[in-house]
């Protein structure tokens, strides 16, 4: 199993007893979790679960927290040690800030130079070559607002990158793309952990995403379960991290996880909507946008992901 | 020509004016960029009333104004970083509470004093035509100061303001720059209100800056714009003062609004012009 690939070797990320709040309200409540080096970890859970919490506890970057993380086995409130790569969520970036790609991208080294307000030619060259290799070269001059959704999240993996991070994190980044940026940006990430790269990343897609990952982590404040989603993926394990009815299928080695239809909802709307309902029945025959958005709601298996993305499957276990 | 610069050549007061006008509006222009791109614009308005207590209470005492705006500004940093660590209220309702109770307690306090009007007039409006040979030095040393910082933080500032989480990445203490960052928002208003006052240095601290977001590519063009708006502003608003007889504090500021406002049309009526626009998505 990949998780267990470097078992000799001292993980690289560890939490002991972590619990982090945010006022009264506690996100992560005693969490003990290791990352061995060179793992591809995925972490999943319901929105509020402590996903983003726990990115952000390995770069020491939770102000109330309990426990001790370490990074390469140096508490993460020190000084750094570990090259770490971040890539945010596209949703929360301020794309209207002033700045081009190329000084975007160099943000990533800042940490090298944190007193230096210029850019250097060879922060410049280094921007430039990651982009290159991201695809996306000859972008440098554009403003960040001038970007699609696709070279947006290439840039900000650029500027993870340009760092030559030994642990790469990254918040939902498929979250916000279409589908095939959203293979590419696997793909990558398959890639660079065949180079040894470590790599953590929060994602709430379980079919399309997590099911594919080598390993996974469930959170919903405390860590449910954690491993190979072929293991882990069951129904009492994710009702227990959505606290949620949700239904797993399994069929040609394919894990379908869907939550079940809500039926009583339909009901629900039809007696409260008598006369939309009636206004629907005076357009039949006549294919009218809504009825399609009906009936691709009350799908049985909601979005079942037959996309073609079962070789993403496989790739990043080899 | 002679209509433009005769009354700065011919008038030491209003040389002395114009050039601590330019010397805040290079502070505010530099400061400025850093509470718009931070979002810091509510505290940064907290902070040019929240000195007035400490100002009034300064006079009352016989000390120097500049002494209790020191002090005012710092008891609202550490009030507003007291109240929203300590209780689950957010930071605007925490800025808020101060900032109306520090303005009621300044104005109560100026009330005691005989010349009640004029006093508080002449610390919200400025009395930028009686600036002393020392407060232009005291303003030059300030503006100096806020470059200097603003230089060599520059990099944790930017990560602080567009994207946090990676300021914990580069090691950057988050707590530390933001403190850092109101402690220059705060000297920038109490070195400022002797010229512009304090009601105005807000305006100084936003006009300027905000025009430069509408126009510029990058940090350093913005604070660049800024600082030129500033300036001309400070030219235009005290020419205004002298020919039309104006509060000149409050023409400096007006004008500084009203070139945003003139650009903001400006943008949008060329955003206009081109439908489809520059972003890609």
């Known amino acids: 199993m990949t998780h267990a690939a470097r078992a000799g070797e001292p993980p690289l990320v560890r939490f002991a007893a972590v619990s982090c709040s945010y006022g009264r309200a506690t996100v992560l409540d005693s969490v003990d979790l290791e990352i061995p080096r060179g793992a591809l970890v995925g972490v999943v859970g319901p929105s509020g679960a402590g996903k983003t919490t726990l990115l952000r506890a390995i770069v020491g970057g939770v102000p109330r927290m309990r426990g001790v993380v370490t990074v390469d086995g140096r508490p993460v409130t020190g000084p750094r040690s570990a090259r770490v790569g971040w890539v945010p969520q596209l949703e929360t970036v301020d794309w209207d800030f002033p700045a081009t790609v190329r000084e975007v991208v160099c943000m990533g080294r800042w940490g090298r130079a944190p007193w230096r307000a210029w850019m250097t030619r060879e922060d410049r060259a280094a921007a430039d070559a990651v982009l290159d290799r991201l695809g996306v070269g000859g972008l440098g001059d554009r403003q960040i607002r001038q970007l699609s959704g696709g070279q947006q999240q290439r840039v900000f993996l650029a500027r993870a990158l340009i760092s030559d991070p030994v642990l790469l994190l990254l918040d939902e980044p498929t979250s916000g793309v279409d589908i095939r940026t959203r293979d590419e940006v696997l793909h990558l990430l398959a890639d660079l952990n065949r180079t040894g790269m470590t790599i953590v990343m929060t994602t709430h897609e379980l079919n399309s995403v997590a099911a594919h990952l080598p390993w996974v982590v469930c959170v919903n404040r405390r860590i449910v379960a954690e491993g190979d989603p072929e293991r882990i993926f069951t129904a009492e394990i994710l009702n227990a991290t959505y606290e949620a009815d949700l239904r797993i299928v399994r069929q040609d080695g394919a894990i379908l996880v869907a939550d079940a239809a809500p039926h009583r909802l339909r009901s629900a709307l039809r007696h409260s909507h008598d006369g939309y309902e009636h206004a629907h029945h005076e357009h039949e025959g006549d294919p009218h946008i809504h009825d399609h958005d009906h009936a691709h709601r009350h799908e049985p298996v909601p979005h079942a992901h037959a996309d073609g993305s079962v070789h993403v499957h496989e790739e990043p276990r080899s | ?281």
């Open chain 2, 1 to 281: 020509m002679e209509l433009l610069v005769s009354p700065f050549l011919d008038n030491a007061f209003m040389l002395r004016a114009l050039a601590a006008g330019i010397l805040v509006a290079v502070a505010c222009g530099v400061v400025g960029t850093f509470v718009v791109l931070r979002g810091l614009a509510f505290i940064g308005d907290a902070l040019a009333h929240g000195v007035l207590p400490g100002i009034a209470a300064a006079l009352l005492l016989g000390l120097p104004g500049i002494v209790g705006a020191a002090a005012g500004a710092l008891a609202m940093i550490g009030g507003v970083t007291l109240v929203t660590r300590r209780s689950r209220l957010s930071t605007d309702t925490a800025i808020g509470l101060l900032f109306v109770g520090m303005l009621a307690l300044g104005v109560v306090i100026v009330s005691r004093s005989g010349s009640f009007a004029g006093d508080l007039v002449a610390i919200l409006f400025g009395q930028v035509l009686g600036v002393s040979e020392g407060s232009l030095l005291l303003q030059a040393g300030a503006t100096l100061l806020v470059i200097v910082v603003a230089v060599v933080c520059a990099r944790p500032f930017l990560l602080l303001a567009f994207d946090p989480d990676l300021a914990d990445v580069a090691g950057f203490p988050a707590r530390r720059y933001h403190t850092l960052m109101l402690l220059l928002v705060a000297l920038t208003v109490v070195v400022s209100f002797q010229t512009v006052g304090t009601l105005l240095v807000f305006g100084m601290l936003l006009a300027p800056a905000g025009t430069g977001a509408l126009l510029a590519r990058r940090v350093g063009s913005m604070m660049a714009i800024a600082a030129l708006v500033g300036a001309l502003s400070t030219w235009a608003g005290l020419l205004l003062s002298w020919w039309l007889d104006l509060a000149a504090g409050a023409s400096v500021v007006l004008v500084a609004v009203a070139i945003f406002f003139l650009v903001l049309a400006a943008t949008s009526l060329g955003a206009a012009r081109h439908p489809v626009g520059d972003r890609a998505r």
